[in-house]
């Protein structure tokens, strides 16, 4: 769909309602249906001038007369796309018409096909060198696409007319400024407020340029200026509300901001900002204040109700942010905001992949628009998609670099993969713009322990549980850093404190059965047992429990936890997941298939439960199941290492695998984890499937150096040297691997290589 701005149609149809093209007598009929189109475009009656022309058009589709005239009437419609169309089709049938031909390449430009656009223009001046909409369009192309010195040229052909056109000398400035000419593009900016003093856009130009430069001195005397010059605008109110957030004067944004509401009442950008403002800076429920008054004096402004929406939702107060997604989808279902704030009730509902797919829909159709990345970042990191969900934050935070929760949303994520560096950096990027960012703060303090700085981080968080002093995070990660540090005692009181507040904390039941009963799975299962008589509807309980009963030995107990922890919770994958693992480890594999198979039929993106079910059927022999489940896996995450390893094995050693694909797989994996033993040696017998030995038994030797017992590892480095022709090595690693009695899948074959290699038989190791 060509997406060009409303208010630029405006200005192309001011350009345009003056033309009137030459009639041709072609046919009597169709010049009759365009005479009366003409009447009827006089008169406004612009339905009924659409219809003429068409039926002009239909009896002579080359009528570019015709095919113009309907573009100005679609754009009078509003109708972007129809008008587009009519007028590329104007312009193509009408080479020697300028001005269809101009309007063309404009239609072009705003929709960013630039070469579609370039090709006019040269077509243009081509017929007339010195055209001066061609040229200025031209001068903007080349600026589009960092050509400055094209821009220039294009600009300098103008000759005298730059410097009594404001536009202009706007465009010359932009272009010194791109240029780093700062002192020029002030010099052209300040031209062309003196040719244009009533346009508020050079007066805008010329603020971004000292903002940009940091020129606080002479930023507010030009703000002051716009104040007075421009009495009845809003814009100068909001850009000095901006100018006192920048400058850190916050006691002066609000008064700033209401006088933006007080002047145009009925604009809804001011009183989003100071929501904004509130939500950052004073608090949600003075956001949710002004967000309502808004919504009661401007009810039917949808921005506002989605941005009230999500402040509801913040808020926990979901059945009023459900009223106003109604509201919103009776006006304008489908609507962007409208299907992010679903994706949010999808994302508070569990339902994990709906909400995943929503998302991915919006970034594609909102591919500025920073909340849909974000929100699909923790849809993906709430699926165990962690490297999906880095790249999805950083794809928010590159749009919108400004906003606190998606710093600190990324130093969660950093902090997951192992980067506690970054993961600090972020923590307090996310803290110096919100500086009551809660979250932020833990995060910090999760990020010293991660680095092993305990003292700093239990200092730090010893503070903040003063000001919160119930919240169970803050407990959580005090207890962890006191335990670091070595202060048993403050950290066991931190898991008292958290117990209380939730019973059946997952971290903090694990820290805490370590300290008091590292040994006592009797005493474990007790103190579980109590907590249970706190929440006994509380599936986290039943999920350890379940572990418990199961490293007793207690079966059926066992069972019996985990079915009440799918009871409880029947859309969640950890129960699921650790009934089918203790199936397994009990040697019920067609039991645990059952279970896996069954939570896949909900949750069929689950990577845990998929990875499992491969597993299984691998190790039952069923090769084309367990292909499956790898592929399904790879199909949600391209870079999983252990699919992709274990995937790259199994077609590596079919008889008609393809190799060029398994060879592939097994380099992503090795990419991944360098140093895994197993992924080397899967490497190393794609290598050796392919006649690569050399490069095989580099793997294998590698592989060795990190897991130097592994006798399958041994029986492959056995099997090149023995393709390369190095018989003495060959016995020699199996003789060494052979003497230690390790039971192996390979055993067998090993002692016929051996025995092979004793005779001298000149038969070749045999391959699959």
């Not at 593009?185 to 430069?213: C, G, M, P, R, T």
């Not at 898991?495 to 903090?508: A, F, S, T, V, W």
């Not at 069923?622 to 870079?639: F, M």
């Amino acid at each position: 769909m060509i997406r060009i701005p409303r208010i630029m149609v405006g200005l192309l149809l001011l350009s345009m309602a003056s033309f009137t093209p030459a009639c041709s007598d072609s046919k009597k009929d169709k010049q009759a249906h365009y005479d009366q189109a003409l009447v009827y475009i006089k008169n406004g009656e612009t339905d009924a001038a659409i219809l003429e022309l068409r039926n002009a058009i239909q009896l002579d589709g080359k009528f570019g007369d015709a095919r113009y005239q309907l573009a100005l009437m679609y754009m009078e419609k509003g109708n972007a796309e129809k008008a587009f169309a009519e007028i590329i089709r104007a312009a193509d049938l009408s080479p020697d018409n300028i001005d269809a031909n101009i309007k063309a390449a404009q239609l072009y430009f705003l929709a960013k096909r630039n070469a579609e656009s370039r090709k006019k223009i040269e077509s243009i001046l081509i017929r007339e060198p010195a055209n001066e909409e061609a040229l200025i369009l031209l001068a903007n192309l080349e600026f589009m696409e960092n050509n400055y010195a094209g821009a220039e040229a294009a600009l300098n052909k103008l000759g005298s007319k730059i410097d009594s056109s404001a536009k202009l000398q706007v465009l010359r400035g932009k272009i010194a400024a791109a240029r780093d000419d700062f002192q020029n593009a002030e010099v052209d900016f300040k031209k062309a407020i003196e040719l244009q003093d009533d346009e508020i856009s050079h007066y805008i130009v010329l603020l971004k340029l000292y903002e940009k430069q940091k020129k606080i001195d002479k930023t507010k005397p030009l703000l002051d200026t716009m104040v007075q010059r421009f009495p009845d605008s809003f814009h100068p109110h909001l850009l000095m509300a901006h100018y006192y957030r920048t400058t850190g004067q916050d006691d002066k944004i609000v008064p700033e901001l209401e006088k933006v509401i007080k002047i145009a009442p009925k604009n809804p950008a001011a009183r989003l900002q100071l929501a904004e403002y509130q939500r950052l800076n004073v608090g949600l429920a003075e956001a949710t204040l002004t967000l309502e008054k808004a919504v009661e004096e401007l009810p039917e402004n949808n921005d506002l109700k989605f941005t009230l929406g999500m402040r509801y939702f913040d808020a926990n107060q979901l059945e009023k942010a459900q009223v106003l997604l109604d509201e919103i989808q009776k006006k304008d279902s489908g609507h962007g905001s409208e299907k992010l704030l679903e994706a949010r009730f999808m994302l508070q509902d569990n339902k994990l992949e709906d909400a995943t797919t929503l998302l991915q829909k919006l970034t594609k159709d909102y591919p500025d628009w920073a909340d849909p990345f974000f929100f699909l970042a923790l849809a993906q990191y709430s699926q165990q998609q962690i490297d999906q969900a880095a790249q999805s934050v950083a794809e928010a935070i590159q749009k919108k670099n400004d906003e606190s929760r998606y710093h600190a949303f990324n130093a969660q994520v950093q902090q997951l993969k192992g980067d506690f560096n970054g993961s600090r950096e972020s923590a307090v990027t996310a803290l110096r713009l919100n500086p009551k960012n809660l979250r932020a703060a833990i995060l910090l303090g999760r990020a010293f322990i991660g680095e092993k700085e305990y003292k700093r981080a239990a200092e730090m968080l010893t503070e903040i549980n003063k000001q919160v002093p119930e919240n169970a995070e803050i407990l959580e990660t005090l207890a962890i850093a006191s335990l670091g540090e070595g202060d048993k005692v403050s950290g066991e009181k931190a898991l008292q404190k958290l117990l209380e507040i939730d019973p059946g904390h997952k971290r903090g039941i694990a820290l805490y059965l370590d300290i008091k009963y590292p040994k006592d799975n009797d005493g474990s299962i007790a103190f579980i047992q109590k907590q249970l008589k706190k929440a006994p509807e509380d599936f986290r309980l039943h999920l350890v429990l379940g572990g418990l009963y199961a490293k007793q030995g207690s079966t059926d107990k066992a069972f019996e936890a985990f079915n009440n922890a799918i009871r409880i919770s029947p859309d969640r994958v950890t129960p699921y997941l650790a009934k089918a693992r203790l199936l397994s480890f009990k040697g019920d594999q067609d039991g645990a298939i059952t279970i896996y198979t069954d939570l896949l039929e909900k949750f069929p993106n689950s990577i845990p439960g998929n990875m499992e079910l491969a597993i299984l059927y691998q190790t039952k022999g069923n090769t084309e199941k367990a292909r499956k489940y790898y592929e399904k896996i790879l199909s949600i995450q391209d870079d999983h290492a252990a699919a992709a390893n274990n995937l790259s094995w199994l077609i590596a050693s079919s008889p008609e695998g393809d190799l060029g694909k398994a060879l592939h797989l097994a380099m992503l994996a090795k990419q991944a984890f360098p140093e895994a033993p197993h992924i080397t040696d899967t490497l190393g017998w794609v290598h050796y499937r392919r006649g690569s030995y050399t490069l095989a038994k580099t793997q294998f030797e590698q592989a060795l150096k990190n897991a130097p017992d592994d006798p399958t590892i041994g029986y492959h480095l056995a099997l090149t040297q023995a393709e390369l022709g190095e018989t003495a090595e060959a016995q020699k690693n199996l003789k060494q691997l052979l003497e230690k009695n390790t039971r192996f899948e390979d055993k067998e074959k090993a002692k016929k290589l051996l025995e092979s290699l004793k005779n001298n038989s000149p038969e070749k190791p045999t391959r699959m």
